[in-house]
């Protein structure tokens, strides 16, 4: 069974890098899905950050494109996103998930996902 | 970006209540659309896909229609563990994108 689990620092301070890493078990990250992140801001909705697939290409959310890279490590079954100049909006719970496979489309929805991490942004 | 819009924002039901739930694109985006549901410290769960094609092991009552532009997420006779936010994405575009979200409470 596919399993997802998200680990990094829980608070980060103003302008720093906020790094985070997704550990895969259960299924090989090279196996052909995109890999996501997606985020959940306090008294906001789901937010997608950015997708890469075990080739190292990439998809980013045009509003955190200069800030947002995203790279895997597949001999650790892993991805990971780096957020760069983070402010308080970036106070988050940040979710890893798997997308689907052979959607016939330019993507594909999201499926299993992470448990979440919380990320405070605070001095 | 393709934006979407779901209605209503909050919608209060009792138990065993027919919702309703409505998505808008703000252009096509044929069939490839999907449902969520997420519940606080869980992680979301995908219900729908395809726009009405339900995922291995969601219950019957929910079920997805529309194509295009409109689309609906119908909880046929609502369970007490229904009570959750639910949220539409295109995947059409390689830019994925969410609706805010709308939250089921208990009436």
């Known amino acids: 069974q596919v399993h997802l689990q998200e680990s990094g620092p829980g608070l980060a301070k103003p302008s720093e890098t906020l790094s985070l890493t997704c550990t895969v078990s259960?299924?090989?990250?090279?196996?052909?899905?995109?890999w996501a992140w997606i985020r959940q801001s306090p008294g906001k909705g789901l937010e997608w950050l950015a997708s890469i697939y075990y080739t190292g290409s990439t998809y980013y959310s045009p509003s955190l494109k200069s800030r947002i890279t995203m790279s895997v490590d597949t001999s650790k079954n892993q991805f990971s996103l780096n957020l760069s100049s983070v402010t308080a909006a970036d106070t988050a719970i940040y979710y890893c998930?798997?997308?689907?496979?052979?959607?016939?489309?330019?993507?594909?929805?999201?499926?299993?996902w992470g448990q979440g991490i919380l990320v405070t942004v605070s001095s | 970006d393709i934006q979407m819009t779901q209605s209503p924002s909050t919608l209060s039901a009792s138990v065993g209540d027919r919702v309703t739930i409505n998505c808008r694109a703000s252009q096509s985006i044929g069939s490839w659309l999907a449902w969520y549901q997420y519940k606080p410290g869980k992680a979301p769960n995908l219900l729908i896909y395809k726009a009405s094609s339900l995922e291995n092991g969601v219950p019957s009552r929910f079920s997805g229609s529309g194509s295009g532009t409109d689309f609906t997420l119908t909880i046929s006779s609502l369970q007490p563990d229904d009570f959750a936010t639910y949220y539409c994405q295109q995947y059409k575009s390689s830019s994925r994108t969410f609706g805010q979200g709308t939250k089921v409470e208990i009436k």
């Open positions: 998930a798997r997308e689907r496979q052979s959607c016939s489309s330019l993507s594909c929805p999201f499926g299993p």
């Open positions: 259960g299924y090989s990250i090279s196996s052909g899905n995109y």
